[in-house]
T-cell receptor, first 115, second 115 residues
């Protein structure tokens, strides 16, 4: 069965420090992997995706994610956190087989960046 | 820029009542989705539609129905609401077909409370 796990309910980091939000996945075949961000009382916004190619994917707002096939991980990273990065982050994997956007989401990780 | 519009934004509903959540998109996307978001569970797919005139069941379809009479609209109906359907509901869309890499565009959500 396909699944996504985000092992941390919350990540706390000081502004200016690097941040990592963890994600592991289980999927048959080659995964399509995504990160979305949700600000309070808003819908989800796409950050970045991995389909194929370079294992390091760059996305919006200075975020990047590293695909690691051997560890089945897709951790979200940013070199220097901002207070405005505080939000709820979701990792997701595309259901296979599929030619649409049917995704399986992780349970979400709250990122708290403190000044 | 409208994207996806959901209505109502928030609703309190008595158990046993019928409720329809509306969703309209102006991006001419073929595929549309309904997800529910619950604390600690992330987002779970309720129903989806790959193209106008077709629908399919997601992960948690029981108690919900959808229709897709045209490209733009994808209403979600709760025939007889129960308290366990208290949740935040998100409508989303994606291009569908060969253009679709799984990136979803989300509405702002409809918060439903069933008493």
């Amino acid at each position: 069965a396909q699944s996504v796990a985000q092992p941390e309910d919350q990540v706390n980091v000081a502004e200016g420090n690097p941040l990592t939000v963890k994600c592991t996945y289980s999927v048959s075949g080659n995964p399509y992997l995504f990160w979305y961000v949700q600000y309070p009382n808003r819908g989800l916004q796409f950050l970045l995706k991995y389909i194929t190619g370079d294992n390091l994917v760059k996305g919006s707002y200075g975020f990047e994610a590293e695909f690691n096939k051997s560890q089945t991980s897709f951790h979200l990273k940013k070199p220097s956190a901002l207070v405005s990065d505080s939000a709820l982050y979701f990792c997701a994997v595309r259901v296979v087989p599929s030619n649409t956007g049917k995704l399986i989401f992780g349970q979400g990780t709250t990122l708290q960046v403190k000044p | 820029i409208a994207g996806i519009t959901q209505a109502p934004t928030s609703q309190i509903l008595a158990a046993g009542r019928r409720m329809t959540l509306r969703c309209t998109q102006d991006m001419r996307h073929n595929a549309m989705y309904w997800y529910r978001q619950d604390l600690g569970l992330g987002l779970r797919l309720i129903h989806y539609s790959n193209t106008a005139g077709t629908t399919g069941k997601g992960e948690v379809p029981d108690g919900y129905s959808v229709s897709r009479a045209n490209t733009d609209d994808f209403p979600l109906t709760l025939a007889s609401a129960v308290p366990s359907q208290t949740s935040v509901y998100f409508c989303a869309s994606s291009p569908g077909g060969g253009r679709d890499t799984g990136e979803l565009f989300f509405g702002e959500g409809s918060r439903l409370t069933v008493l």
